[in-house]
């Protein structure tokens, strides 16, 4: 069978999409029942909702709003906590207030923080690094809470005037052009 015969990705995902699609053909079920919009609904945790943590631990982005993600974000976490709990109770202050507390800090961020892709990581994985104690993950997802920049308020400063950066960032304007374009002068190159 030639490369040419075989159906392309696109048509595959085509008719999968097809097949998944509800009665109303606007939305895929999949995406109604395996989206975090679905799960503030239902609260019920499924295997595709670790998909959606894992594209943020991998990639840092999410297809999805903040608002719909904390919810997410908070319940993994109470799932986490709560495994590690039920295996080993090495807190040193009651369990109820440490989840409280790291749900309520969540809860106060307007956009992720700058931490949601190493955040992600700890709870899709969170053996990989703490073995068994709750006291050292509880701990290391609050040190990740307890941080005051989000995602969208990081912009990079300004470089000083008459620093290397300063320089660089001029010689670059000259390149490529002040408007963004290609500088259509050919470069002078000493010999």
């Known amino acids: 069978m030639s490369w040419r015969a075989r159906p392309s990705l696109a048509h595959t995902c085509a008719l999968s999409l097809k097949f998944l699609c509800a009665a109303a053909h606007t939305r895929?079920?999949?995406?109604?029942?395996?989206?975090?919009?679905a799960f503030a609904e239902t609260k019920e945790w499924k295997p595709a909702?670790?998909?959606?943590?894992?594209?943020?631990?991998t990639?840092?982005?999410?297809?999805?709003?903040w608002g719909q993600l904390?919810?997410?974000i908070g319940a993994k976490l109470e799932q986490v906590c709560a495994e590690y709990h039920a295996n080993q109770k090495d807190l040193n202050e009651p369990y109820d207030e440490m989840i409280k507390r790291?749900?309520?800090?969540?809860?106060?961020?307007?956009?992720?923080?700058f931490t949601v892709q190493?955040?992600?990581e700890l709870l899709i994985d969170p053996h990989r690094i703490y073995a068994t104690s709750t006291r050292k993950v509880s701990s290391a997802l609050e040190k990740l809470l307890t941080v005051s920049s989000t995602?969208?308020?990081?912009?990079?400063?300004q470089p000083k005037p008459g620093?290397?950066?300063?320089?660089?960032?001029?010689?670059?304007?000259?390149?490529?052009?002040?408007d963004g374009g290609v500088d259509t002068q050919p470069m002078e190159v000493e010999n």
Do not use: I, W
């Open 28 to 37: 895929p079920l999949f995406l109604r029942t395996h989206t975090p919009t």
């Open 49 to 57: 909702l670790d998909e959606v943590l894992r594209e943020v631990a």
């Open 59 to 65: 990639t840092g982005q999410s297809r999805f709003t």
């Open 70 to 72: 904390k919810g997410v």
């Open 102 to 113: 790291c749900l309520s800090l969540l809860a106060e961020f307007p956009n992720p923080p």
């Open 118 to 120: 190493r955040l992600c």
């Open 151 to 157: 995602v969208a308020t990081m912009a990079p400063a």
């Open 163 to 178: 620093t290397y950066q300063a320089a660089s960032e001029t010689q670059l304007k000259q390149l490529v052009g002040e």
